[in-house]
Nanobody, 128 residues
Framework: QVQLVESGGGSAQAGGSLTLSCVASGINFSRHCMGWFRQAPGKEREGLAT????????YFADSVKGRFNISRDNTKDTVYLQMNDLKPEDSAKYYC?????????????????????WGQGTLVTVAS
């Protein structure tokens, strides 16, 4: 069973930066695309960024393109989301995502990758 544990959330001022981390277990990490999503209260979950297994290809939602970066360390089974130039509208709960091949859950395809498993999330609050 895949487990994803996010960390690094917190409060920031507009224009500031935060880096989120997600440690994965129960998955052959180096073979899978990974992604980050967020969901603000009253809004739908939004796919933000994905990275393929070799870090060769990364894709970003228009809302974060040029401000956020995704990276991974396959030696640590960890994926990161570097968030720069934060805006109040970036306030949300941020989730790491992966595809668990052992689970027959509904799958979503976002930014060139498929996902069916999310972590518990980490909260990001950006003050103006």
């Amino acid at each position: 069973q895949v487990q994803l544990v996010e960390s690094g959330g917190g409060s920031a001022q507009a224009g500031g930066s935060l880096t989120l981390s997600c440690v994965a277990s129960g998955i052959n990490f180096s073979r899978h695309c990974m992604g980050w999503f967020r969901q603000a209260p009253g809004k739908e979950r939004e796919g933000l960024a994905t990275i393929d297994s070799t870090s060769r290809n990364m894709y970003f939602a228009d809302s974060v393109k040029g401000r956020f970066n995704i990276s991974r360390d396959n030696t640590k089974d960890t994926v990161y989301l570097q968030m720069n130039d934060l805006k109040p509208e970036d306030s949300a709960k941020y989730y790491c995502a992966a595809f668990d091949v052992t689970e027959a859950r509904d799958t979503v395809r976002v930014l060139q990758c498929s996902f069916n498993t999310w972590g518990q999330g980490t909260l990001v609050t950006v003050a103006s």
